[in-house]
């Protein structure tokens, strides 16, 4: 169980995109980057719609994770992945988390 309140078959929930949603975003984050740290904590610490989960980019958790990923790009580029699949990099991360 995902601690997430469950939402009826048809009801679109408020992270809903069309028919379906967005339950939560992985984001991969340069963990040697004193900026992308900061982001990391300020980011935490602000009210989320949709849930961050955080995992240092080029990590073994992220290698495990996201097999099919460029993870050399993801140390260059903030790299967010939705529960979706879907992939967001640079700006469209950014906008993802915000």
Do not use: I
């Amino acid at each position: 169980m995902s601690g997430h309140p469950a939402v009826p078959a048809g009801d679109a929930g408020p992270t809903a995109h069309g028919g379906g949603g967005t339950g939560g975003l992985t984001v991969l984050y340069d963990a040697h980057c004193p900026l992308c740290r900061a982001a990391r904590r300020w980011l935490a610490t602000r009210a989320q719609l949709v849930p961050l989960e955080f995992v240092p980019a080029g990590s073994v958790e992220a290698r495990r994770r996201f097999p099919g990923l460029d993870h050399d790009a993801t140390l260059r580029d903030l790299t967010v992945v939705a529960d979706t699949g879907e992939v967001y990099a640079g700006d469209g991360a950014w906008f993802a988390c915000l």
